[in-house]
């Protein structure tokens, strides 16, 4: 073993965050490493992060996981992206697909083309080119091929699933290949007074567990992160205005049997509402703003709105929006709401949880903590999360509505630089400007501008040159998109195929 090798790395906390990492680590640390994560029961876990986008696909095989257990294991689903109500206009809806609109048939981008024929008439909303849209509001779901030439190449899936339930999952994988779980509360944290390095916690009960590599998982308590290491936090909340959350699971609707292969999110008077289908239930909650709206009357509404019968009482989540300006300081990273929160209307939770472990390892330091992989893992962490945040207020400023406070006040608001940029660029002429890191891609922003009325003042100068009409090959797509999707089998059959 190397002298300068990590040989304790203690995780603090459990829920999502902590058993996703202390699961990865004991897949890709399989030597010379032990692995403690300490948890209280005591202390709930958010636990309402239940969808999800692609990538989670990619931490899953890495572990290894066979996906007919995670489906049983936590009540899943497939998502195939998310149905916006109410976002461009009260009784607009539009859809934001996993894959792309179509695939490429020219130099010049297919919504060029849409936007010409739109001019001359047609009527068709841009996402009835994606094959998820076809899927989704068919209620069906097939898995993508590889096959270029098949239409089924041109769309992804994620999940919808039990947060709780996924934690217990990956628990037992961590702990079955080695990782030690300790029962107790933190006290305190010891440094050390020559370093500022974490040494040691100390749990209420007196015991006290040292580590060379700290993982802070804590939630929005972030005991090490800001409790120990003073990390300072950049405060998003006047782009993104909502600060509460309260959730409410229903049961399905009399006589439902084919579950939605899509989240909803629903523009409401002062924030909005998901709608998340499992298996066995609906994950519903309402995200709004206090400045607007009150947590009694904000339940109440959550609870007339619900389409089955509730199953539990409401649950109210307090946050603030923004990042602690570095994720990894001295000895000490934080993944997870540890870091920040970006309010899920993208469904970004656990990717984000996700991208610091997949950063942690490749940036997996010794116990000399090289400042120049740290100072990396940081500039990226922060990129990361900076185009994550301006693809979600994208959704607030270009909020077509004025029958509420909040949105009058969204429509308004400056913008951070990077988002009005691209912004601008769009309404002038249609051209998508892509940045490093940008998590979502064109046709995610695609899906926002034009469903929420975005509209290019002019077209692509190259599409006019082109000479191109694309008007019948674009009904062409829209019905082989359709004949596409009759032949799935409808989503709950494919999930009891998927289980068996």
Known sequence: ????????????????????????????????????????????????????????????????????????????????????????????????????????????????????????????????????????????????????????????????????????????????????????????????????????????????????????????????????????????????????????????????????????????????????????????????ASAFLDDDRAADLLARRLDGAALGDPRFIRFKAGRRRRHWVKNVVGVGLSTGFLEPLESTSIHLIQANISKLMTFFPDRRFDPLAIDEFNRIAACETERIRDFLILHYKLMQRDDAELWRYTAAMDVPDTLALKIDHFRRSGRLITRELDLFRDDSWLAVHLGQGNLPEAGEPLAHHRGIDLREWLGKLRLALSQEAARAPDHARFIADAMA
């Open 1 to 288: 073993m190397d002298k300068q090798s990590i040989r304790n790395v203690l995780i603090v906390g459990g829920g999502s965050a902590g058993w996703m990492t202390a699961a990865m680590m004991a897949q890709v640390l399989q030597r010379d490493c032990a692995i403690t994560l300490v948890e209280s029961d005591e202390i709930g876990i958010v636990g309402v992060g239940e969808a999800t986008i692609p990538p989670i696909k990619a931490f899953n095989e890495t572990l290894g996981f066979a996906e007919k257990d995670f489906l049983r294991e936590t009540q899943a689903t497939f998502k195939l992206g998310i149905e916006f109500v109410g976002w461009g206009g009260r009784d607009s809806r539009y859809f934001h697909p996993f894959g792309t609109h179509g695939s490429a048939v020219d130099i010049v981008p297919l919504h060029q083309y849409w936007l010409r024929a739109r001019l001359a008439g047609d009527t068709a909303p841009f996402e009835d080119h994606a094959m998820a849209w076809a899927l989704a509001r068919a209620g069906r779901m097939t898995r993508p091929t590889t096959d270029p030439r098949s239409l089924r190449a041109t769309f992804d899936y994620a999940y919808h699933f039990d947060a709780v339930g996924y934690a217990g999952f990956l628990r037992r994988y961590a702990e079955a290949r080695g990782v030690t779980r300790v029962e107790g509360r933190i006290g305190d944290v010891e440094l050390d007074g020559q370093t500022g390095f974490v040494k040691a916690v100390r749990l209420d009960d007196g015991r006290r567990i040292e580590a060379e590599l700290f993982v802070d998982c804590s939630g929005f308590r972030s005991l090490l992160l800001e409790g120990a290491m003073g990390e300072p936090f950049e405060d998003w909340s006047h782009w993104l205005p909502c600060d509460r959350a309260v959730a409410m699971p229903c049961a399905h609707p009399a006589g439902t049997t084919n579950p939605a292969p899509f989240t909803r999110s629903t523009a409401q008077e002062a924030g909005w509402q998901w709608r998340i289908p499992l298996q066995k239930r609906i994950g519903n909650g309402y995200v709004y």
